[in-house]
């Protein structure tokens, strides 16, 4: 099973930016979807996440800002960046992990058993 991210770079304070992740080795049209991301010196941390009903999780810093979606079809799901800060400056990491939990429980990496190798984005001031 992989999950490969693509997209992110570099981007001025302000603009936007897209990151892409596609799955393969099984279908994850029965789990969450979610994004992770950790800045440097810095643990990782939640950003989004996104169930196969369409259900969606934010971190308060993003709110309105990042937009979570999915393509079941494409097994894939995409985060759209907007309004973009130097505070967002990480690697993301895409990740995936069994549903059935409640709501608290998709803002931890408790249920996540899949991991992507990371996209660095990088917001210039």
């Known amino acids: 099973v992989q999950l490969r991210e693509t997209g992110g770079g570099v981007v001025q304070a302000g603009g936007s930016l897209s990151v892409s992740c596609t799955a393969s080795?099984?279908?994850?049209?029965?789990?969450?979807l979610a994004w992770f991301r950790q800045a440097p010196g810095q643990g990782r941390e939640f950003v989004a996440a996104?169930?196969?009903?369409?259900?969606?999780y934010y971190t308060e810093p993003v709110k309105g800002r990042f937009a979570i979606s999915r393509d079941n079809a494409k097994n894939s799901v995409s985060l759209q960046m907007d309004s973009l800060k130097p505070e967002d400056t990480a690697v993301y990491y895409c990740?995936?992990?069994?549903?059935?939990?409640?709501?608290?429980?998709?803002?931890?990496?408790?249920?996540?058993?899949?991991w992507g190798q990371g996209t660095q984005v990088t917001v210039t001031s």
């Open positions: 990740a995936s992990g069994e549903q059935g939990w409640t709501g608290n429980f998709y803002y931890t990496e408790d249920y996540i058993s899949y």
């Open positions: 080795g099984r279908s994850f049209t029965n789990y969450a």
């Open positions: 996104i169930l196969s009903g369409g259900r969606e």
